[in-house]
């Protein structure tokens, strides 16, 4: 049975391995850098268009989480220890169903949130554990647009194509 993905009030995604590529790079003053896609943000808008939320969940506390997510406007939280409690709590205050909700994860961090949402997205490249209980496994890795094939993929159900 094909999902239906028009379901889906709420976007919440992990951030390294997901909107990137997992790698970090560091500077000798101690910088990190990390790689992401612009084909996200496009993908991102369209689901912003259909009138979803995204959201951003991050274990890791960095300002690379910030800088990103506010360039893509989009709600994040960062320094997230346990993500499902923190989505429970998020979607009861929301007034959203586990069932209407889409995350999108890569490594075992992400497992128990992945296994309360309605559409269980993992990248391609992702830890062999999550893989196990997505829905959707995508053809490209996380940060080289996984997340713009499930954008699309969403789009597609609502008939496609970015409102103006």
Known sequence: MKADYRKIKLFAMDF??????????????????????RADGIGLQKLRSHGIELLVLSTEENSVV???????NLKYFHGVKNKADFLREYIEKKGIRPE?????????????????????????????NVKNVAKYVTKKSGGTGAVREICDLIDDSFGGGVDE
């Open 16 to 37: 390294d391995g997901v909107l990137t590529d997992n790698f970090v790079y560091v500077s000798d003053e101690g910088r990190e850098f990390v790689r992401c896609t």
């Open 66 to 72: 910030s800088k990103r997510c506010e360039k893509l």
């Open 100 to 128: 209407n909700v889409a995350f999108v994860g890569n490594d075992e961090n992400d497992l128990d949130v992945l296994k309360i949402v309605g559409f269980p997205f993992v990248a391609g490249d992702s830890h062999p």
